[in-house]
């Protein structure tokens, strides 16, 4: 648990909150794309036709890796 002291100005301590919640948003981004990727590969005709080339997913993918 962190608690900030309102009368400091602890800069690391407010590093360290925006550090974890960038992470966690990251997470869920990867596994977002994760599913998509594998959806896009077990249905490549389906994903083609909604403009979800299989090649463009892993880009994002790999972005987030």
Request: charged content about 35%; proline content about 3%.
């Amino acid at each position: 648990v962190l608690i900030l002291d309102p009368r400091k100005r602890d800069r690391s301590a407010v590093r360290h909150v925006t550090n974890r919640v960038g992470d966690e948003v990251a997470e869920r981004a990867r596994e977002l794309v994760a599913s998509g990727l594998a959806w896009c590969l077990e249905h490549p005709e389906e994903s083609a036709a909604e403009g979800y080339a299989i090649e463009d997913v892993q880009k994002m993918f790999m972005k987030l890796a």
